[in-house]
T-cell receptor, first 113, second 113 residues
Framework: KAGVTQTPRYLIKTRGQQVTLSCSPI?????VSWYQQTPGQGLQFLFE???????NKGNFPGRFSGRQFSNSRSEMNVSTLELGDSALYLC????????????FGNGTRLTVT | AQSVTQLDSQVPVFEEAPVELRCNYS??????LFWYVQYPNQGLQLLLK??????LVKGINGFEAEFNKSQTSFHLRKPSVHISDTAEYFC???????????FGDGTTLTVKP
């Protein structure tokens, strides 16, 4: 099976712009989650989607949003970018069973200047 | 609420020496415990998981971990490390919805020749 695919791998944006990141989960995985990874804050949970519905949400401002399509692919959007949004954004998919591990993509490195 | 504490931020060790990476967790409900490894410029990949049953779990690359309920710990061990084990290691606890896992801050394992 193909792994989790995230595009693009790298992005450079300017403060105030918006950005959309894409994630294709492993085939058959209906849960897709997004995490922000920074040196100072570590791995922070953004949100989880399951069957096109947001199932959980972390403590991030409303500038961070996401969605999931019927084929389980997911996108996350960040509007009005701030310098502090510079981070590695990781997408993970998992099966529905409790205890199923997360399968991560290689991430999108976002740099805001 | 769940939390994870990785007690060592950096662990330097010589090649072929044993290593232990320590992880304590707290949770108000039954938990699933995981160790993930992250190599530079990559996402996280699963090393091993504890769901139930035997408290000693074996994972990939010769790693194992022991679940200790009374001490709320899930320490990762390897009897003999290799240079290729140099990476960042994350302990994580998952609840009913795996997408929303809680991660520790990570331990950087550096294996020296």
């Amino acid at each position: 099976k193909a792994g989790v695919t995230q595009t693009p791998r790298y992005l450079i944006k300017t403060r105030g712009q918006q950005v959309t990141l894409s994630c294709s989960p492993i085939s058959g995985h209906r849960s897709v989650s997004w995490y922000q990874q920074t040196p100072g804050q570590g791995l922070q949970f953004l949100f989880e989607y399951f069957s096109e519905t947001q199932r959980n949400k972390g403590n991030f401002p409303g500038r961070f949003s996401g969605r999931q399509f019927s084929n389980s692919r997911s996108e996350m959007n960040v509007s009005t970018l701030e310098l502090g949004d510079s981070a590695l954004y990781l997408c993970a998919s998992s099966q529905s069973d409790p205890g199923s591990p997360l399968h991560f993509g290689n991430g999108t490195r976002l740099t805001v200047t | 609420a769940q939390s994870v504490t990785q007690l060592d931020s950096q662990v330097p060790v010589f090649e072929e020496a044993p290593v232990e990476l320590r992880c304590n967790y707290s949770s108000s409900v039954s938990v699933y415990l995981f160790w993930y490894v992250q190599y530079p410029n990559q996402g996280l990949q699963l090393l091993l998981k504890y769901l139930s049953g035997s408290t000693l779990v074996k994972g990939i690359n010769g790693f194992e971990a022991e679940f200790n309920k009374s001490q709320t710990s899930f320490h990762l061990r390897k009897p003999s490390v290799h240079i290729s084990d140099t990476a960042e290691y994350f302990c994580a606890v998952g609840g009913r919805f795996q997408g929303k896992s809680t991660f520790g801050d990570g331990t950087t394992l550096t294996v020296k020749p």
